[in-house]
């Protein structure tokens, strides 16, 4: 079984920089996950923000915030992160971290869809006041 705990979450102001941390724990092979990170603001459908390889060789960010966050992950810690810059009003959201069920071939693949993932933290608040 896999748990996720996000971490570092809060309140900041627009403009800055936030990083977010992804730890899994387990009976796993971090290495055998893809992963991923969504958002969900209020009143909104979760969404997709930025995905991660197995290796770490890959990753893809969503257009709304490409160019401002950051995915990557450190497989020797069992960690993912999430580095946001330039944080705007419009990033508010919990924001939740995701891994993909475990695959043996191609590290190099990520994940851009919910259904693709099998395991989800409980999520971190991220509030950037207007």
């Known amino acids: 079984q896999v748990q996720l705990i996000e971490s570092g979450g809060g309140l900041v102001q627009a403009g800055v920089s936030l990083q977010l941390a992804c730890a899994a724990s387990?009976?796993?092979?971090?290495?055998?996950?893809?992963m991923g990170w969504f958002r969900q603001a209020p009143g909104k459908e979760r969404e997709f923000v930025a995905a991660v390889s197995r290796s770490g060789s890959t990753r893809y960010s969503a257009d709304s915030v490409k160019g401002r966050f950051t995915i990557s992950r450190d497989n020797a810690k069992n960690t993912v992160y999430l580095q946001m810059s330039d944080l705007k009003p419009e990033d508010t959201a919990i924001y939740y971290c995701?891994?993909?069920?475990?695959?043996?071939?191609?590290?190099?693949?990520?994940?851009?869809?919910?259904?693709?993932?099998?395991?989800w933290g409980p999520g971190t608040q991220v509030t950037v006041p207007s």
């Open positions: 995701a891994a993909s069920r475990p695959r043996l071939y191609n590290d190099r693949v990520y994940y851009t869809t919910a259904i693709d993932y099998a395991h």
């Open positions: 387990g009976r796993i092979t971090f290495t055998l996950y893809a």
